[in-house]
């Protein structure tokens, strides 16, 4: 599976610790950014790009990080087809995929220890989408309202 990792500043040494990590796990992991540590970079460039890649390449995922996750979710969902979830622990990671087929998960690197940040991105990317009917509906109706902008009705 492609997994493509995008940063900023805050998640620069866990994204490259992920990288070489999930490389050895036999995934083909793709870069987008940065390449090299700036303390004053943006990550809204690295994180669009990353779901802009992960949209453009199904059956891949991708994994955004910053210092909470919070900033890089929200720059990846903007990108229409990304799922973009945040992740604080492996439960947050498993559902994500299991009910919402995240296809791009958020990480916080300053919020996690490297082991618990690498743990939370293996269980995002080990765990398939449930195919229950329910959640295939409800991303259906995220999907209809990205392309029309019409609000689904309420129940």
């Given at each position: 599976?492609?997994?493509?990792?995008?940063?900023?500043?805050?998640?620069?040494?866990?994204k490259a610790h992920?990288?070489?990590?999930?490389?050895?796990?036999?995934?083909?992991?793709?870069?987008?950014?940065?390449?090299?540590?700036?303390?004053?970079?943006?990550?809204?460039?690295?994180?669009?790009?990353?779901?802009?890649?992960?949209?453009?390449?199904?059956?891949s995922l991708g994994?955004?990080?910053?210092?909470?996750?919070?900033?890089?979710?929200?720059?990846?969902?903007?990108?229409?087809?990304?799922?973009?979830?945040?992740?604080?622990?492996?439960?947050?990671?498993?559902?994500?995929?299991?009910?919402?087929?995240?296809?791009?998960?958020?990480?916080?690197?300053?919020?996690?220890?490297?082991?618990?940040?690498?743990?939370?991105?293996?269980?995002?990317?080990?765990?398939?989408?449930?195919?229950?009917?329910?959640?295939?509906?409800?991303?259906?109706?995220?999907?209809?309202?990205?392309?029309?902008?019409?609000?689904?009705?309420?129940?």
């Amino acid at each position: 599976m492609r997994v493509y990792l995008g940063s900023d500043h805050a998640g620069f040494e866990l994204k490259a610790h992920l990288a070489n990590h999930l490389a050895k796990q036999g995934y083909d992991v793709v870069d987008v950014g940065p390449h090299a540590y700036d303390p004053d970079d943006d990550y809204p460039a690295f994180c669009l790009r990353a779901g802009d890649r992960v949209v453009a390449d199904a059956g891949s995922l991708g994994v955004v990080i910053g210092g909470s996750g919070n900033g890089e979710q929200i720059a990846a969902n903007k990108i229409a087809g990304v799922r973009a979830a945040l992740a604080w622990n492996i439960d947050t990671a498993q559902l994500a995929r299991q009910h919402n087929d995240a296809n791009v998960v958020a990480v916080g690197a300053r919020q996690h220890t490297l082991d618990d940040a690498t743990a939370i991105v293996e269980a995002f990317l080990s765990t398939p989408f449930s195919d229950n009917d329910r959640h295939t509906r409800r991303i259906n109706q995220i999907a209809d309202y990205e392309k029309t902008r019409i609000l689904p009705p309420l129940a």
